[in-house]
């Protein structure tokens, strides 16, 4: 079985100021960790994705994710934030059989502050 | 390629109707996915298919819900009788391969009164 979780269903930041969406996941097989970015009224749209390779993934607008392995960590991270980065934020693990289930967490809404 | 495409993009039905969602995956993927989106569950996995089999419906709520992929291109959600509660955002995605990012439509908006 798989699940996320992502610590704090709020995050607000300056604009200009780093970001961080924390996520922790479970998985008895490696896991696959996505990140995904819903805004207003709109379906998700993929950020990032690590499925093996290098821990260090970026994505786009400027986002990254660190695979951590020893701590079951996958954050998100944007150096400086932008007004436009004002959405929900997902993480999801997947992994296992060819069949498997993509597991989202219960989501991060992110304020950005003029 | 067209991307997800889920029809209609709102629906408002009164209560005990019968309500059909729809969508076309991407050409080419093999598994599809049907969450749903409330302010108070977040995004609930209803059921996925892989080769247009179902794998896992343990999340469809109740008998009320049913769904079908008939062929690789389509797929159906309905619900019948429809009630209030179900009103919510239905989001409909596929995926290529194992392993691989889903890719999501735009979603229906049901509103059930």
């Known amino acids: 079985a798989q699940s996320v979780t992502q610590l704090g269903s709020h995050v607000s930041v300056s604009e200009g100021a780093l970001v961080l969406l924390r996520c922790n996941y479970s998985?008895?097989?490696?896991?696959?960790l996505f990140w995904y970015v819903q805004y207003p009224n709109q379906g998700l749209q993929l950020l990032l994705k690590y499925t093996t390779g290098a821990t260090l993934v970026k994505g786009i607008n400027g986002f990254e994710a660190e695979f951590k392995k020893s701590e079951t960590s996958f954050h998100l991270t944007k150096p400086s934030a932008h007004m436009s980065d004002a959405a929900e934020y997902f993480c999801a693990v997947g992994g296992g059989t060819s069949g498997s289930r993509l597991t989202f967490g219960e989501g991060t809404q992110l304020t950005v502050n003029p | 390629d067209a991307g997800v495409i889920q029809s209609p993009r709102h629906e408002v039905t009164e209560m005990g109707q019968e309500v059909t969602l729809r969508c076309k995956p991407i050409?080419?993927?093999?598994?599809l996915f049907w969450y749903r989106q409330t302010m108070m569950r977040g995004l609930e996995l209803l059921i996925y298919?892989?080769?247009?089999?179902?794998?896992?419906d343990s999340g469809m709520p109740e008998d009320r819900f049913s769904a079908k992929m008939p062929n690789a291109s389509f797929s159906t959600l309905k619900i019948q009788p429809s009630e209030p509660r179900d009103s919510a955002v239905y989001f409909c995605?596929?995926?290529?391969?194992?392993?691989?990012?889903?890719?999501f439509g735009q979603g229906t908006r049901l509103t059930v009164v």
């Open positions: 998985s008895s097989v490696p896991p696959y």
């Open positions: 298919f892989n080769n247009n089999v179902p794998i896992d």
């Open positions: 050409s080419g993927h093999n598994s």
């Open positions: 995605a596929s995926r290529g391969t194992p392993n691989t990012e889903a890719f």
